[in-house]
């Protein structure tokens, strides 16, 4: 075989290999209800409850925040992060979490925020916090 062909070969090898990784990697976009029908990962978009209790305590553990999520399908659930509170949080306007179902909590590994912005009121503010530990 020539050089070309080779190399040629190669290189059609290493682009699927990329495309089936990417592919692989990547989650999904869902509800409450899919969560609990699936054990992989899912982004779950929707807003904070703000009638019930946000939990977190810094003095007893500061790797635990829990709060309550109503989804874009109206079903709520409660989340559990591992990680230290986001400053601001109430004050958001969506929640995109990255997670999956452990019993009957949604566990986050990621949480995205859109916030209003401080400066400008027809601009959103994002930002993204990610927990301590990956072990969901």
């Known amino acids: 075989m ?3 062909s080779i190399l040629g070969l190669i290189v059609i090898a290493v682009a699927i290999a990329v495309i089936i990784s990417l592919y692989s990697s990547t989650s999904t976009y869902g509800s409450f209800s899919d969560a609990k029908k699936t054990e992989s990962e899912l982004h779950i978009v929707g807003h904070l409850d703000k009638q019930k209790e946000l939990h977190y305590d810094a003095a007893k553990d500061a790797n635990y925040f829990s709060f ?9 659930c409660k989340v559990v992060f591992t990680g230290t509170k986001p400053q ?8 995109v979490l990255t997670g999956q179902m452990v019993g009957t909590d949604f566990h986050a590994s990621e949480i995205l925020m859109k916030c209003p912005s401080k400066y400008t009121p027809d601009k959103i503010e994002t930002t993204e916090i990610k927990a301590k530990s990956a072990n969901i």
């Open 88 to 95: 601001d949080f109430e004050r958001s306007e969506q929640i």
């Open 68 to 76: 309550y999520v109503k989804d874009n399908k109206g079903e709520e």
């Open 2 to 4: 020539k050089k070309s």
